[in-house]
């Protein structure tokens, strides 16, 4: 596709289940990142990924969180034992070179809404 | 990332400029200023983004002042369309996107 896909659009968990959202980013795409976006705040980093090596997982905020991108393209955040603070829009974004050489744009997709209950 | 300071909220009639003010006076000598929006329920979109020189393109202008301190993004005829969250990010190679609060841009008809 011409954008970067994310998928489900909506994820409603019960507290406690486990979540596998996922991001196909721009095809050829060598960056990728995962931000979470609580409501009414601005987007906050995760990851990065530089194509299948996880560079920076600083953001992540508990070891439930897990990301991996095998093949270095399509990546899954994956969240174990759901949580209510857990619940955000969580947003994939990927950007044509590494993440070393500046003045380039990264492009981001429409997001997943996970919803704890 | 450089720390930048945004106006919380602006109104801008339809069909007028909009002009969106950020203070970046902690940028550094290598770190871009990067202007994102993002509309209600999409993820952030790349608008515009320089580094010493004003830069124009398809969407708008950013008029960086000459001690880099600041910059202006311009709208030149906003549209209801336009109405967004505008985020102001300063940034260099090697750091992830920092988003700060923002300004909420309201086009009013």
């Known amino acids: 596709g011409a954008g970067v896909s994310q998928s489900p659009r909506y994820k409603v968990a019960k507290r406690g289940q486990d979540v596998a959202l996922r991001c196909d980013p721009i095809s050829g795409h060598v960056s990728l990142f995962w931000y979470q976006q609580a409501l009414g705040q601005g987007p906050e980093f995760l990851t990065y990924?530089?194509?299948?090596?996880?560079?920076?997982k600083s953001g992540l905020p508990s070891d439930r969180f897990f990301a991996e991108r095998p093949e270095g393209s399509v990546s899954t955040l994956k969240i174990q034992r759901t949580q209510q603070e857990d619940s955000a829009v969580y947003l994939c974004a990927s950007n044509a070179v590494p993440i070393v050489i500046s003045g380039t744009e990264a492009f981001f997709g429409q997001g997943t809404r996970l919803t704890v209950v | 990332d450089a720390k930048t300071t945004q106006p919380p909220s602006m109104d801008c009639a339809e069909g007028r400029a909009a002009n969106l003010p950020c203070n970046h006076s902690?940028?550094?000598?290598?770190?871009?200023v990067y202007w994102y929006r993002q509309i209600h329920s999409q993820g952030p979109q790349y608008i515009i983004h320089?580094?010493?020189n004003n830069e124009t393109n398809e969407m708008a202008s950013l008029i960086i002042t000459e001690d880099r301190k600041s910059s202006t993004l311009i709208l030149p005829h906003a549209t209801l369309r336009d109405t967004a969250v505008y985020y102001c990010i300063g940034n260099n190679a090697g750091n992830m996107l920092t988003f700060g609060g923002g300004t909420r841009l309201m086009v009013k008809p």
């Open positions: 902690t940028i550094s000598g290598n770190e871009y």
């Open positions: 320089g580094l010493k």
């Open positions: 990924f530089q194509n299948e090596a996880q560079l920076d």
